[in-house]
């Protein structure tokens, strides 16, 4: 009895168990009509629309749920609600608010322009939180490439009549992030110091105000990461990476620690060099003696690709269009070189069918297709249209320029794609000058390096003393005749009144110019100069050598200058050369006649891991008068305080100190040396300062009319000073200051023990 009453009491709770977990039946609904309200904007018609339902349709309860999220996700609604009623469902709405207007608050380094531009709410829309967040997180965003890392930005609506809103984004713009400090890990070959030379970001000194790359930037970072190993790789160290870069941010969110973790490699020199060919009718001896590398030379991309396209221009001039140069390298881990074999392969028949250039408003078209060596028609040669795409970078005519190719209308045809963004390249500029020649001036300069879009460049500067003056007006075409040939003119007047003379002069001239270049690393430039001198206001005190040259003259002089260049182009980054000859040739009409030669060189060497600079600098000149007669003080030579420091301009050199101011006669002859050496001084980067020291001698000689003036000594005469530079980047432009203390000297020189100039590049 027992287990029968125990087998039914089973059964009920088995039977109750299945009916708790048993699930309820989903109710259904048959539309047979649709009731909309609420809504004062939006159709009834669009609403149901969103909502999918049909006539007749019968739906359940869930997907009565997943037509209201149908209407919400529209974007249009702030609430939805379904509900079945008697043969049918009411659908009821609250609309969004419609945006009357935009504010932004609390900003003051972005304008409201430049932010209203970048956010996607606009009035008489909808207004949409989701979208109002984004605009937040995009102006958020724009602060931060204005290195406002702590900038926070807040979307808030106030209510209006007729369901309107006004949107107002709340500005917090926080401090500058600054980068308080930047350091490298994992460099052996070279010192933080010098590799904070290299990168583009800076860290922040006492002239942070003004120096806007001392904050931090993140699209910098990268650029900063290929500039690191675009130098590692020039200097032989070809697996040189950047492995990673951590900023870390103060605790005050307002300085930055960036730090580079760098990977050096050893560093490779060139092994054995060779050139391979498939093409049986070529003359493969012309393409190694072609060659401009060496075993043993330091490895760099440059090289290679210096030498690359030597070959491949070697093969159009001989007729083999599709030419192409493959470099294989192989490496030799045991001694650290790369043998490099240079193989020319037969490339693909492929021909360019047309450049297409975008976004440039302003430069002409032309501008930017003769940076291309190739045209429509021509052979494509990919290295090439790399190269053009360099020299379009190079021209400074454009914040970006991007170069890539497509096929064409046939499958051997490509079209190369040239899109860039123009910025600006003119400037107006005032300032002051000072020099011991012409004392204290103002200035105005106009300049403008693509004139009308035509690439052409134009400067005017106007320089103006209490007794000096200087207007200069230059124009240059780069492209003369749709050529690698630069015309340029110049058009000068200039007035002076020497402290330490007793003449004034006035020269007016017109200089027209042609410059085009005969190899690799050489330039010619021929001219003509044209120009009325005037040598005025003669004391009567003054020497008789002067007096006897006052007046006016007119001179007509043609001349030329060959420059040869390894300084800028070389292949060697730590060293190069700079040679300089010309000639003057007066006498094509005129009232003078002489013949003038000057030359330069230039020698520069980085050591000690590029830390110091080693630079000598030699220059030397001689006039002498083609018609037996004198020359001029007005074109003889002078010595300036930049030629040989510690002395002043025009304080060296054969006097008639028979006159009564001394003066200063120039020389036929002058020669000039400088030793220099460039260092640091251990003083942190961000404050701009290294120093310098150098050895200068030189001596102006040799004058014609000496002859019954028995007070001049116009002898070879050394003069030499030492002295030691500060050199200060600032945001006007790199000052050096030199102190210099004269050693050899005539009791009559002039000294200068300091002076301030605009630092020079070489």
Do not use: C
């Amino acid at each position: 009895m027992s287990g029968a009453v125990s087998k039914f009491l089973a059964a009920v709770i088995f039977g109750v168990l299945l009916s708790i977990g048993a699930e309820p039946s989903s109710a259904q609904t048959t539309i047979n009509a649709i009731q909309v309200e609420g809504n004062e904007r939006i159709p009834d018609a669009s609403i149901i629309s969103f909502a999918g339902f049909t006539p007749g349709q019968v739906v359940s309860d869930g997907e009565l749920n997943d037509a209201v999220q149908n209407i919400m996700g529209s974007g249009l609604f702030e609430t939805a609600e379904i509900v079945p009623i008697g043969g049918g469902v009411r659908i009821s709405v609250v609309e969004r608010p419609t945006i009357s207007r935009i504010n932004i608050e609390g900003n003051e380094r972005l304008d409201d322009e430049a932010l209203l531009s970048i956010i996607s709410s606009t009035p008489r829309r909808v207004y949409s939180p989701a979208v109002a967040a984004s605009d937040a997180a995009a102006i958020a965003d724009a602060y931060t490439q204005a290195s406002r890392l702590a900038a926070q930005v807040t979307p808030k609506i106030i209510r209006r009549s007729d369901n309107r809103v006004d949107l107002i984004f709340e500005v917090s713009e926080g401090r500058v992030v600054e980068n308080e400090r930047i350091s490298f890990v994992g460099n052996r070959a070279y010192s933080d110091r010098r590799l904070r030379r290299v990168i583009d970001t800076k860290q922040a000194g006492f002239l942070r105000r003004i120096i806007q790359r001392d904050t931090f930037i993140p699209e910098r970072i990268a650029f900063d990461r290929q500039l690191l190993v675009d130098f590692y790789r020039s200097r032989g160290y070809v697996d040189f990476q950047v492995l990673n870069v951590s900023t870390e941010l103060s605790r005050e969110r307002d300085a930055t620690f960036v730090t580079f973790n760098v990977r050096e490699g050893q560093r490779y020199s060139v092994g054995e060099v060779s050139v391979t060919s498939e093409f049986q009718n070529l003359d493969i001896q012309d393409y190694r003696d072609a060659l401009r590398i060496r075993s043993g030379a330091t490895w760099s991309p440059t090289l290679i690709e210096e030498q690359i396209a030597r070959l491949e221009r070697l093969a159009l001039k001989q007729g083999f269009d599709f030419l192409r140069v493959d470099p294989r390298v192989s490496r030799n881990n045991r001694n650290l070189t790369l043998d490099v074999e240079f193989a020319l392969v037969r490339g693909p028949r492929i021909f360019v069918e047309r450049i297409d250039i975008e976004g440039n408003q302003t430069t002409l078209d032309r501008v930017i297709r003769r940076q291309f060596t190739t045209v429509e028609g021509d052979p494509f040669n990919p290295r090439e249209i790399r190269n053009g795409a360099e020299r379009i970078r190079a021209l400074g005519f454009f914040a970006t320029a991007d170069v890539g190719t497509r096929q064409g209308s046939s499958s051997d045809q490509v079209i190369v794609d040239v899109d860039v963004e123009e910025q600006p390249t003119g400037s107006l500029t005032f300032g002051g000058a000072f020099s011991d020649d012409t004392g204290l001036a103002l200035t105005i300069g106009f300049s403008e390096r693509n004139f009308l879009g035509r690439g052409q460049a134009l400067s005017v500067n106007i320089e103006s003393g209490a007794e000096n003056s200087r207007s200069v007006l230059s124009f240059s075409e780069p492209a003369f005749l749709g050529r690698d040939l630069t015309f340029g003119i110049n058009l000068a007047h200039i007035t002076t009144d020497f402290d330490n003379t007793s003449y004034d002069t006035r020269i007016t001239s017109i200089s027209p110019r042609l410059a085009f270049p005969t190899g690799e690393n050489s330039r010619l430039e021929v001219h003509y100069r044209a120009s009325q001198d005037d040598l005025f206001n003669v004391s009567p005190d003054a020497s008789p050598i002067i007096l006897a040259e006052a007046g006016d003259q007119f001179k007509s002089a043609i001349g030329y200058t060959y420059t040869f260049d390894l300084l800028r182009g070389g292949l060697n980054p730590n060293r190069g050369v700079r040679l300089r000859f010309g000639q003057e040739f007066a006498g094509l009409g005129g009232d003078t006649e002489y013949l003038k030669t000057t030359a330069s060189a230039v020698a520069q060497r980085d050591v000690l891991n590029e830390e110091v600079t080693l630079r000598a600098i030699l220059e030397g000149g001689f006039i002498s008068s083609s018609s037996g007669g004198s020359t001029r003080i007005t074109d003889r030579f002078f010595l300036s305080s930049n030629q040989l420091r510690g002395f002043g301009s025009r304080g060296v050199g054969p006097r008639d100190t028979g006159a009564v101011e001394s003066d200063v006669l120039g020389g036929n002859k002058y020669v000039s040396l400088r030793l220099e050496a460039d260092f640091p001084l251990g003083l942190p980067e961000e404050y701009g300062l290294s120093g310098g020291v150098f050895v200068d001698m030189g001596s102006l000689w040799g004058l014609d009319n000496t002859a019954g003036v028995a007070v001049v000594d116009d002898s070879f005469e050394l003069r030499s000073s030492v002295g030691f530079s500060l050199f200060w980047d600032t945001p006007i432009g790199p000052l050096r200051m030199n102190f210099a203390k004269p050693i050899e000297k005539n009791p009559l020189d002039e000294e200068n023990s300091f002076d301030v100039t605009i630092s020079t590049q070489f």
